[in-house]
């Protein structure tokens, strides 16, 4: 079983930033993958950050260049959202991946002004 608890989640106004950070009840170099996903009002949750076996790191494409993941600590990962545009306004879920099993934390809200 894998716990996550997530913060750092408001509203910031466009252009602004914000960085999350994701708590982990395991050493996050043990697990298969960490990550962070949203999930905006009417659409489906999708991938917007993940550290990868042998710490490869993936983003989606609409974050490339303003949003940073990583590691804190051992137990701790975090995203730094810059240049932050109305479109990215979602709930953000942290999600870990261990023996093939998925856990997510309860999630964080950011919210983007215009």
């Known amino acids: 079983q894998v716990h996550l608890v997530e913060s750092g989640g408001g509203l910031v106004q466009a252009g602004g930033s914000l960085r999350l950070s994701c708590v982990t009840s395991?050493?996050?170099?043990?697990?298969?993958?960490i990550g962070w996903y949203r999930e905006a009002p009417g659409k489906q949750r999708e991938l917007v950050a993940v550290?990868?076996?042998?710490?490869?790191i993936n983003y989606a494409d609409s974050v490339k260049g303003r949003f940073t993941i990583s590691r804190e600590n051992s137990w701790k990962v975090a995203l730094q959202m810059n240049s932050l545009k109305p479109e990215d306004t979602a709930v953000y879920y942290c999600?870990?991946?261990?023996?093939?099993?998925?856990?997510w934390g309860k999630g964080t809200l950011v919210t983007v002004s215009s």
């Open positions: 999600n870990a991946r261990d023996r093939g099993m998925d856990y």
């Open positions: 395991v050493r996050t170099f043990s697990l298969a993958a």
């Open positions: 550290i990868g076996s042998l710490s490869a």
